[in-house]
């Protein structure tokens, strides 16, 4: 019970699907590495964060960048090398997604806005007051 409504155990189909082996398996796994930073620089994301956290946060759009451009290794690398014939439909929808992000991440103002700001920290406020 709670367990999906198919008896059967085998998501090999889905695994096949998407992945024609475990190396592009493993490549799919490494190309998320820089969307987890930045997941974990918003975790952070307070006035007290480290300056680590603060660069991590501020290079945002180039993790995306950089995950993106992994992606599309992904879909094209198993061709390269031979292990698969083709790129699949997957690949290709996969490949126009994205597209969709480079685009977004190129023209966006407000992408860049948002990475740009990063909340104060107390002592940064309190020598801004003293100056004005």
């Given at each position: 019970?709670?367990?999906g409504g198919s008896k059967t155990k085998d998501v090999s189909?889905?695994?096949?699907?998407?992945?024609?082996?475990?190396?592009?398996?493993?490549?799919?796994?490494?190309?998320?590495?820089?969307?987890?930073?930045?997941?974990?620089?918003?975790?952070?994301?307070?006035?007290?964060?480290?300056?680590?956290?603060?660069k991590l946060w501020r290079s945002g759009i180039t993790l995306?960048?950089?995950?993106?451009?992994?992606?599309?290794?992904?879909?094209?690398?198993?061709?390269?090398?031979?292990?698969?014939?083709?790129?699949?439909?997957?690949?290709?929808?996969?490949?126009?997604?994205?597209?969709?992000?480079?685009?977004?991440?190129?023209?966006?103002?407000?992408?860049?806005?948002?990475?740009?700001?990063?909340?104060?920290?107390?002592?940064?406020?309190?020598?801004?007051?003293?100056?004005?």
């Open positions: 019970m709670g367990r189909l889905l695994y096949d699907i998407a992945y024609p082996d475990t190396f592009s398996f493993f490549l799919a796994v490494l190309s998320t590495i820089p969307a987890v930073l930045l997941i974990v620089a918003f975790a952070k994301r307070k006035p007290e964060a480290s300056e680590r956290m603060r995306m960048f950089i995950a993106a451009v992994l992606n599309i290794i992904v879909v094209f690398l198993p061709v390269v090398l031979g292990k698969a014939h083709a790129v699949h439909l997957y690949g290709w929808a996969q490949l126009g997604v994205i597209a969709l992000i480079l685009g977004y991440l190129f023209r966006s103002q407000h992408l860049k806005d948002a990475f740009a700001d990063y909340p104060a920290a107390a002592e940064d406020k309190k020598k801004k007051d003293e100056k004005t």
